[in-house]
């Protein structure tokens, strides 16, 4: 079981930036595909970016190429996803996610374990 806690969510203006983090407890995250998804008020949940184990491959969504970056740190049972030049439309809650094996998934189907999600809202 893996249990995933994602902080560093706020209130940022348009234009500015915010780095999320997930922590993870578990004895290690060797192994894991890791994925940021996010989901609007009266939309459906979406896939952001996803990192495999080894931090050799990453994926991103059109919509943040560019902008957000995701990374992580197994020795820390971490990921982060630093967001820059926030843009209205990024407002959501933002949900980490983890699933074991190497395929960079990026659909909520593929991921078995979530965390609580950590809201992030962009003032115009």
């Known amino acids: 079981q893996v249990q995933l806690v994602e902080s560093g969510g706020g209130l940022v203006q348009a234009g500015g930036s915010l780095r999320l983090s997930c922590a993870a407890s578990?004895?290690?995250?060797?192994?894991?595909?890791m994925g940021w998804f996010r989901q609007a008020p009266g939309k459906e949940r979406e896939f952001v970016a996803a990192?495999?184990?080894?931090?050799?491959?990453?994926y991103y969504a059109d919509s943040v190429k560019g902008r957000f970056t995701i990374s992580r740190d197994n020795a820390k049972n971490s990921v982060y996803l630093q967001m820059n030049s926030l843009k209205p439309e990024d407002t959501a809650v933002y949900y980490c996610?983890?699933?074991?094996?190497?395929?960079?998934?990026?659909?909520?189907?593929?991921?078995?374990?979530w965390g609580q999600g950590t809201q992030v809202t962009v003032s115009s």
């Open positions: 578990v004895r290690s995250l060797i192994g894991y595909t």
């Open positions: 996610a983890a699933r074991f094996g190497t395929v960079v998934a990026t659909t909520t189907t593929q991921y078995a374990y």
């Open positions: 990192i495999r184990w080894s931090a050799d491959n990453t």
